[in-house]
């Protein structure tokens, strides 16, 4: 079935953390025996809010007071905003963004102190490497829109994301190794969006990219004056809610798994790809629709 090649792509594990559909299984690794909001008292504010309208859901980083750090409740909070219905047709693109003048200042560092202990600072770091990993697996594009200064873990968010557009006042930074604290993590986004020796100046060095540099250098898709950003990232995430879901969700599995492969590998993965694409049923409706010289109706159904 054209459902299973999808989940093939993706490469499907573990038990069903989200209930049925395809890509339930897709979320089993990813989720938290401490889900986000365990713990928190009723009176306090979630650290994200999300909404979703035409097929487009916006996750907004909310704590501004806190230059929206990612601790490790902000983390949970975008878990599950993320993987909200991840299985349903009705979404077909996430885009990440921010309150406030600072994207994400990273982790929160007072989460980082001895008091804190051991254990708790690995489930900091455990958490926040499933959330970027669960962005590059989920089955339809994420991008993120960039209004201002990005560092560390934010700079690391930026890097995971499918797609990024950012204003021209934005910057980048991974400044750990300025407090004794090496942004191990950060750069395996980093070093996967941008050349190596940009990637090891920026953790070396600590020093911050203008928007104009992130661009040149891939960690940025497009650049825009801030006052066009949220048409701009709103015109691709409607582009992309009117294609088929599972369309691109086979297109976005494969592209990534073939990344890591050698040439021979990744034309046999790929080839692979085009043949289950031809078998889902949008594939078919897509090619009949060019040869009938009409527009598309997409099914969005995986078979």
Known sequence: ??????????????????????????????????????????????????????????????????????????????????????????????????????????????????????????????????????????????????????????????????????????????????IGLFCSTPGVALARAVPRKVALEMLFTGEPISAQQALLHGLLSKVVPEAELQEETMRIARKIASLSRPVVSLGKATFYKQLPQDLGTAYYLTSQAMVDNLALRDGQEGITAFLQKRKPIWSHEPA
């Open 1 to 178: 079935m054209a459902a299973v090649a999808v989940l093939r792509a993706f490469g499907a594990r573990g038990p069903m953390c989200l209930p049925g559909g395809p890509w339930a299984q897709l979320s089993a690794r990813f989720c938290s025996r401490d889900p986000a909001g365990a713990g928190r008292q009723e009176s306090e504010p979630r650290p994200t809010s999300a909404r979703q309208l035409d097929g487009i859901r916006n996750i907004v980083l909310s704590n501004p007071k806190k230059r929206n750090a990612l601790s490790l409740a902000m983390l949970k909070s975008l878990q599950s905003d993320i993987l909200h219905d991840a299985d349903s047709n009705d979404l077909k693109v996430i885009i990440i963004s921010a309150e406030g003048p600072v994207f994400s200042s990273g982790h929160d560092l007072k989460e980082l102190t001895e008091e804190q202990g051991r254990d708790y600072h690995a489930e900091v770091f455990q958490t926040c490497s499933k959330v970027m990993m669960l962005i590059r697996n989920h089955p339809v594009p994420v991008i993120a829109m960039v209004n201002g200064l990005a560092t560390a873990a934010g700079c690391q968010l930026v890097a995971s994301c499918d797609i990024a557009v950012a204003s021209d006042k934005s910057s980048f930074a991974t400044p750990g190794v300025n």
